[in-house]
Structure formats: structure tokens, C-alpha cells
């Protein structure tokens, strides 16, 4: 019998890749890589043998951690996987000021994203990003936005929000060099997060930008690419000229999976973040990521789904 596997998810304490068996995730935490335990672990949690059971956020020191225990895949086959070859090609040229860094400011409060970018859509300039990356706003409002909630309308985070700063994440102290804000977050119906990983189809936000913002926008690629091509996750490092390159392993309507050519160099915290085709066009928008057998996988929000997605501005 074939055991549970969690192939997107490690261990907070012991740090084992992926957890095997029930995996507890914790509810009160921000959505993020630090929030899950291996059942071992738990175990010596509910000992009372470990004092800090994921990643430490102001919620958990208000309110405590609060586990929700999770069932695995029993059917992954890997070997497509890992055997689909790649193609050393040219980086494809980024602009300046198409990645920043959102944060988001409810009232006398503000949280920090991940990566969102610019695109153009339909005469729009928008920035896209992760819906995850909002899950501290989404907690501290106590908004479930997850697809156990019939009635969510997508309108309710964006009544909360009331501005949304953009900053040049390129930058080394990027704190300091503020592009421009953006004053209207649009309302996505159908956008949710909580899918069993590696479904990501639902974990989209968007925003308007006015013209006055200092960024420039990328476009959207017409469908995805396909098993066997190349494309590249942007994000801030400068030591891999911002990018790193990855080939497509598996595409559906809910997600697209590629495995980067290396397994250095990946940082922590790219939700949100755009991926690239050769022609610099954006074909998705990062997920997650894993390492497994020496290898590091990412999932993503394909474009076909971001562009259904984006039918609400037609």
C-alpha cells in the first residue's frame, strides 16, 4: 500500500521534504512554507516537547496555533517528472520596474506581500499577484476566502483594503524607492485559496494602477506553454542576473508545473512573483515550490486561468 505523501510541503521543526503521512497544518498562521508539521513532529508539539511549532506571527501570539490535520496523494509518479530533458536558452530580457513588492494597508495596519508585476490587459495596467500573499489581511479582517466559503464573493477584500503601495523590489533597500500606489483592488469571484497543492487555478489578485505610476507592464501570453519548454520565474536575484530558468513538466487547467534546471539560487518567499516564457511574456503567475531527490519543483497559476480570471473588465 502506497504511503501518504504532502510532495509540496516540509516540516517546520524537523524539516523533512516532503512530509509523509497526516500533515497538521496550522490554521492561524498567514499562508506560507513554515505553517506544517510531519506527524512525528506534532506529536512532540501536543508533548508540549516543542515551543515553536511554525513560522511566529502576530496571530499566533494572540490567539495560538490551531492544527488542521491533512491527507496525502497516494498515486505521485514523479518519473515524467524528472526525465523530461532541458534546453539551455538565452535569458529573456526583463524590463525595469515590471516586479515589486506590494504592501497592503487596511486602516492604522499594513502587511507585506510576496512579488507582485505589471501587466497591460484590455487597455488596463494592472498588478497581479498571489491571493495567498493577503491571507495576514484576510486573517486579521477574519475573511474566509477559501473555496469552503459559498459565500464569498470576492468583493469583501477588497472593502477592507484601502490602498496598496508598490515598491522596485529590485532595488537593494527597497523599502525606500516607493513606485506609486494603487487605490482599487478588483473583485474576483471566483478567486480562493486553501486548494490542496499543487492546484492553483484560484490563487489570484489583482489591482488597478493609474497611469501616473512608475512602472512599466509586461504582457500576457495566449495559452501556456507546453511539457518540455523553457520558462523562467523573475524575481530579486541579482546574482542569477533575476532570474531561473525551469522546464515544464505537467500543464492542466489548474496548474503548471516545471522543474528549474537548478536547484540553487531559489529564494524564500517568491509567491506571486511572474513566469516567463522565452519571448518574455508572462505565462503564469508562482505558487510554490519543493525539493525532492535533489530537484526543486514550482507550481503555478497558468494564464488561461488568469485571463478567465480577468473576464470581470471585459
Known sequence: MQQEIH????????????????????????????????????ALYKQGKISEACHTSDQVKLRGNDFKAYHGERNINLQQWQETPVNQLVTPELFDNFLVRLEFKSGFNSAFGGYGFVVNHNQHTLVLTALHVLDEVLKAHEIDASSNNLAYTGAELPSVID????????KERW????????????????????????????????FHISEDVQVKAACLAESSP????????????????????????????KSLIFRYNQKEGIPIGCSGAPIINKLGQVVAI?????????????????????????????
Open 7 to 42: 510532495f509540496w510541503q516540509h516540516c517546520f521543526n524537523c524539516k523533512v521534504s516532503p512530509i509523509v503521512g497526516t500533515r497538521y497544518q496550522c490554521q492561524t498562521c498567514p499562508a506560507g512554507p513554515n505553517i506544517d508539521l510531519c506527524q512525528r513532529c506534532y
Open 175 to 206: 523599502m525606500f524607492h516607493e513606485l506609486g500606489v494603487s487605490n482599487q483592488m478588483i473583485a474576483l469571484k471566483n478567486a480562493r485559496i486553501g486548494e490542496l497543492e499543487p492546484i492553483s487555478f484560484k490563487d489570484i489578485s489583482a
Open 163 to 170: 490602498s496598496t503601495v508598490l515598491y522596485d523590489v529590485m
Open 226 to 253: 507546453e511539457v518540455g519548454e523553457s520558462v523562467w520565474l523573475v524575481a530579486n536575484m541579482p546574482e542569477y542576473q533575476n532570474t531561473r530558468q525551469a522546464v515544464v513538466v505537467e500543464k492542466s487547467d
Open 286 to 314: 508562482n505558487i510554490g515550490t519543493t525539493t525532492n531527490a535533489d530537484q526543486r519543483y514550482g507550481h503555478s497559476n497558468p494564464v488561461e486561468s488568469i485571463r478567465e480570471h480577468l473576464t470581470v473588465l471585459s
